[in-house]
């Protein structure tokens, strides 16, 4: 394992959730901020401004990071995810539901947690 | 023609010609779009699994097509299941439900542990099929090749393309912990 292979892996995750995020921000940006029924990007997660606004600072954080060559920056953003991941699956159909989600943005945000503390906490080559 | 070897990278034997060498790199590029689709159809569908009570009281959803295994039944023991375990216990399958396809999106998209997760890729796809091929409308061969194509991700090993295990597996190897050996087979 390259060390260069690690933080090319960590932007491929910080750049596609960005990408996701930004997207998801664009469709929800006429919504109210902290909607339980966000805007749906192709029948998979769905944001209100707010979720979407977190999924970029953190994505955006992630990307910095693993820029950066900082590790541990990427570790607490993949902590972060896993938050948002699990605060995401107990408000499901709630109406604290403020990141206007649904399952796809667990897998997402779980996708993102697992993904970079993976490789945040990865034995140097 | 091309090979994949044990370290999983695509390879032509002795003798291999530049065509061959393109053919690898379109067996790579087939692998890492066939893991990523499944992980993107299981992203999409556990949208629709929606706690607490998962469709049970609208009779919808999940419930519902949970019970088409019953109403439409393809294998007597698989319904048995379903009417005598499944159902009475419905909220905490849903759970279960939505946390292993949420998993199944997370893992697949990563590809980390990728030979595991298509096999519970497999695994999931089989109980769907055994719930709902016989119902009115289904088109029963988006199920088989659901299963065929997670059968396809595990035998590729598709997650050494693109994915995590590629990245993360000479590390797994060098270490001597168990969950580094249980990874390394995982994957």
């Known amino acids: 394992m390259s060390p260069a292979g690690v933080r090319r892996a960590e932007l491929w995750i910080g750049g596609a959730v960005l990408a996701v995020g930004t997207w998801g921000l664009v469709l929800a940006r006429h919504l109210d901020f902290t909607t339980t029924r966000g805007a749906r990007i192709d029948d998979s997660v769905q944001f209100s401004p707010l979720g979407a606004l977190l999924t970029v600072v953190l994505a955006a954080l992630a990307l910095a990071g693993a ?44 996708g993102a947690a697992v993904g970079l503390v993976a490789l945040a906490t990865a034995p140097p080559g | 023609m091309a090979t994949i070897t044990s370290q999983g990278a695509a390879s032509v034997p002795s003798g291999g010609t530049a065509g061959a060498g393109l053919e690898d790199r379109a067996a790579r590029w087939m692998a890492l779009a066939l893991r990523l689709t499944l992980g993107l159809l299981w992203t999409a569908n556990v949208g629709w699994k929606a706690p607490p009570d998962f469709g049970q009281a609208r009779r919808a959803g999940l419930y519902a097509f949970t019970r088409d295994a019953i109403d439409h039944e393809v294998l007597a023991p ?110």
């Open chain 1, 67 to 110: 820029a950066a060559g900082l590790r541990r920056l990427v570790l607490v953003v993949g902590a972060g995810f896993g938050v948002m991941a699990v605060a995401t699956l107990l408000v499901l159909e709630k109406s604290a539901n403020v990141f206007g989600a649904r399952g796809s943005n667990v897998s997402l945000f779980l």
């Open chain 2, 78 to 187: 698989y319904a048995w299941v379903v009417r005598h375990v499944v159902l009475p216990h419905f909220t905490v399958f849903g759970w279960l439900v939505l946390v292993v396809e949420a998993c199944l999106g997370a893992f697949l998209l990563l590809g980390l542990a990728t030979r595991f997760w298509a096999l519970v890729g497999v695994a999931q796809s089989l109980a769907i099929a055994l719930s709902v091929l016989n119902t009115p409308g289904e088109w029963r061969w988006a199920y088989y090749m659901m299963i065929a194509g997670h059968l396809g991700v595990f035998a590729l090993a598709a997650g050494r393309y693109g994915g995590l295990d590629g990245v993360l597996r000479p590390a797994w190897a060098r270490s001597a912990s168990r969950a580094a050996g249980l990874l390394l087979r995982a994957s």
